[in-house]
Structure formats: structure tokens, C-alpha cells
């Protein structure tokens, strides 16, 4: 079947795209933590094809913007723990970037959960700290100092003054969006001369996510696209970032986590998590190649 929609990073048509998954969304299973992050997977997709010019993987029939929206501010919220051990992984990995910075005051946060990243920015010196996030659970899971930093709804560029952001981060979020190219110039836009645009993305060609195929957790009916490194930097290089880095990312997570994304059968999936606790084992953090990538780019000075 061809695309119904062209390629949402290069722009390329149904001649230069080819199936990749077929959609398998079972709305009955839907609940609701079918749009919640860092959930069980229940391994349902869109209707993907990959585009043969940029290497992206987009769904060709995505939900309007009001559906997702929707979907987003109705969901629950479990993984504040995650959250914050996801924050630390970042910080880390950003830490030679963040160096190079000309000044660090302002940073928006686009899909900021629980402002968990927010939190370690500040401690980096930023002191203007903005987040942006449509969970009204994850808004409510947050700490109540942290509250006064995030704006409950999705990302809107006429929200905010152009010029006006050092630093603009978008973690695990890039794929939930419908349009990321006009996130990625809504960034640098928003950033001031010299201010950079940082992501973390799933790598579809990661190798555990080829080797777990559509088994792997990133095959998800919230994601709207999924990357590889050709396409990350296809959409940073067109909208004008200069500098642009993709490097793969070591997550952090406790293994009661890990276990949770496993594609193991649900009685195996219980027991080996009641074992795990039992022995003190659910909480040892774990660093894993899972085959994500931080991407990030320079707007020019």
C-alpha cells in the first residue's frame, strides 16, 4: 500500500518509501497506560513504512494532533523512579555539551514527565527552567517544587519568544510527535545564537532492536516515526543546526525495569519479578546499549 502521508523529515513520497511493519492495533487492549511512558509494552504499531531516501520509519496514517493530545493528557503515570534515573543518564551523557555552552540561564524541555531533568539543569546552573508536557499524571507525580516549571499541554513555538532559550532538550519524544521537523525549527528558532538542540531517540537499527524485531519495545502504537542515525541527522542537518553529534547512549535503569520491557510470557514475566524483589535483586541498577542515540546540534552564532 502506498503512503498516505510523505516522509515528515525529507519530505520524500510513496515512490521512495516501502512497507515496513503492517498496523496490528487491537483496540481492545488499549488502557490507560497505552500512552503513558516507560509502560509495558504491548508490541502494537501503526501502519509503517521506511523511507528510502532518509531512512526514517513513519506511520503513514498517523492520529490528528487533537486525538493525540487527548490520548496524552488522559494517560496514567507509574515511572517516576525511571524518570529520575533517566534524568541522570542524560545529564551525563550531555555534560561535554553542556560544557561548551556560551551561557547556561535558560532550557525548555519538551515531554519534561515529571521535570526530573529540569531538576539536574539547575543543579548545572540554568536558572530560567521551563518544561512543556501534556500528562496531567505525570504533572501530578512530580514534586511540588518542580510543578512551577512545567506547562500542561503539548508543544506550541508561539508560546514562547524567539531567541530566548540556551538550551532546548526533547528526550524519548521525538517519536511520539506528528511533525518532528516542526519541532526540530520550532527549536531553532526558539534558541538563541550559539543555544543547541539536544534528543534522545530509539535507533531502529539498533542491534537488539533488530534482533528482537517487532518483539522490541519500541514497537509501539505511540510512535509516530522511529529513527536510525541517517535520519536523525537528515532532520537536524536540513533545519540549519550546525555541529550535529549522534552518539549512542548506555541507559541506566533498575532491573525491575529491564525486566518489565522484556518479551518474555506474562507467567515467566511475574515470577521472575516476584523473585527478583524477594532477593533484592528488583532494584540493582543495570547500564544496557538498547540501542538509543543522543543527537544534538549548534544553532549557528
Same mark, same amino acid.
Given at each position: 500500500?502506498?503512503?498516505?502521508?510523505?516522509?515528515?523529515?525529507?519530505?520524500?513520497?510513496?515512490?521512495?518509501?516501502?512497507?515496513?511493519?503492517?498496523? @496490528?492495533? &487491537?483496540?481492545?487492549?488499549?488502557?490507560?497506560?497505552?500512552?503513558?511512558?516507560?509502560?509495558?509494552?504491548?508490541?502494537? @504499531?501503526? @501502519?509503517?513504512?521506511?523511507?528510502?531516501?532518509?531512512?526514517?520509519?513513519? +506511520?503513514?496514517?498517523?492520529?490528528?494532533?487533537?486525538?493525540?493530545?487527548?490520548?496524552?493528557?488522559? $494517560? &496514567?503515570?507509574?515511572?517516576?523512579?525511571?524518570?529520575?534515573?533517566?534524568?541522570?543518564?542524560?545529564?551525563?551523557? %550531555?555534560?561535554?555539551?553542556?560544557?561548551?555552552?556560551?551561557?547556561?540561564?535558560?532550557?525548555?524541555?519538551? /515531554?519534561?514527565?515529571?521535570?526530573?531533568?529540569?531538576?539536574?539543569?539547575?543543579?548545572? /546552573?540554568?536558572?530560567?527552567?521551563?518544561?512543556?508536557?501534556?500528562?496531567?499524571? $505525570?504533572?501530578?507525580?512530580?514534586?511540588?517544587?518542580?510543578?512551577?516549571?512545567?506547562?500542561? /499541554?503539548?508543544?506550541?513555538?508561539?508560546?514562547? $519568544?524567539?531567541?530566548?532559550?540556551?538550551?532546548?532538550?526533547?528526550?524519548?519524544? %521525538?517519536?511520539?510527535?506528528? &511533525?518532528?521537523?516542526?519541532?526540530?525549527?520550532?527549536?531553532?528558532?526558539?534558541?538563541?545564537?550559539?543555544?543547541?538542540?539536544?534528543?534522545?531517540?530509539?535507533?531502529?537499527?539498533?542491534?537488539?532492536?533488530?534482533?528482537?524485531?517487532?518483539?522490541?519495545?519500541?514497537?509501539?502504537?505511540?510512535? #509516530?516515526?522511529?529513527?536510525?542515525?541517517?535520519?536523525?541527522?537528515?532532520?537536524?542537518?536540513?533545519?540549519?543546526?550546525?555541529?550535529?553529534?549522534?552518539?549512542?547512549?548506555? @541507559?541506566?535503569?533498575?532491573?525491575?525495569?529491564?525486566?518489565?520491557? +522484556?518479551?518474555?510470557?506474562?507467567?515467566?514475566?511475574?515470577?521472575?519479578?516476584?523473585?527478583?524483589?524477594?532477593?533484592?535483586?528488583?532494584?540493582?541498577?543495570?547500564?544496557?546499549?538498547?540501542?538509543?542515540? #543522543?543527537?544534538?546540534?549548534?544553532?549557528?552564532?
Amino acid at each position: 500500500m502506498s503512503p498516505r502521508r510523505s516522509c515528515p523529515v525529507c519530505g520524500a513520497g510513496s515512490p521512495e518509501a516501502r512497507s515496513f511493519l503492517r498496523s @496490528n492495533v &487491537d483496540l481492545a487492549r488499549l488502557d490507560e497506560f497505552s500512552y503513558a511512558s516507560r509502560k509495558t509494552p504491548e508490541y502494537m @504499531n501503526l @501502519n509503517l513504512v521506511r523511507c528510502l531516501r532518509c531512512d526514517l520509519v513513519y +506511520a503513514d496514517e498517523p492520529p490528528s494532533q487533537d486525538d493525540l493530545a487527548h490520548a496524552y493528557h488522559v $494517560a &496514567d503515570y507509574d515511572s517516576a523512579e525511571e524518570a529520575d534515573d533517566a534524568a541522570a543518564t542524560y545529564i551525563r551523557a %550531555m555534560q561535554p555539551l553542556l560544557n561548551a555552552l556560551p551561557k547556561r540561564e535558560s532550557v525548555l524541555e519538551i /515531554g519534561t514527565g515529571t521535570g526530573a531533568l529540569l531538576e539536574q539543569l539547575a543543579q548545572q /546552573g540554568f536558572t530560567e527552567l521551563v518544561g512543556v508536557e501534556p500528562s496531567a499524571a $505525570a504533572i501530578a507525580a512530580a514534586p511540588r517544587h518542580r510543578r512551577a516549571w512545567i506547562r500542561e /499541554g503539548v508543544f506550541e513555538e508561539q508560546k514562547f $519568544a524567539p531567541d530566548s532559550f540556551d538550551l532546548i532538550c526533547c528526550f524519548q519524544t %521525538m517519536e511520539h510527535v506528528r &511533525d518532528p521537523k516542526v519541532v526540530a525549527l520550532a527549536a531553532f528558532r526558539l534558541l538563541r545564537p550559539g543555544g543547541a538542540f539536544v534528543t534522545v531517540t530509539h535507533d531502529y537499527r539498533g542491534r537488539l532492536n533488530r534482533l528482537l524485531g517487532r518483539r522490541s519495545p519500541i514497537i509501539d502504537i505511540e510512535h #509516530m516515526q522511529l529513527f536510525s542515525d541517517p535520519s536523525i541527522r537528515t532532520l537536524f542537518e536540513t533545519t540549519g543546526y550546525r555541529d550535529v553529534r549522534v552518539e549512542r547512549l548506555i @541507559n541506566r535503569y533498575a532491573f525491575r525495569y529491564w525486566w518489565r520491557l +522484556a518479551p518474555a510470557p506474562g507467567p515467566v514475566k511475574r515470577a521472575v519479578a516476584k523473585g527478583a524483589e524477594t532477593v533484592r535483586l528488583g532494584g540493582v541498577k543495570l547500564g544496557v546499549n538498547v540501542g538509543n542515540s #543522543m543527537t544534538s546540534g549548534v544553532k549557528p552564532a
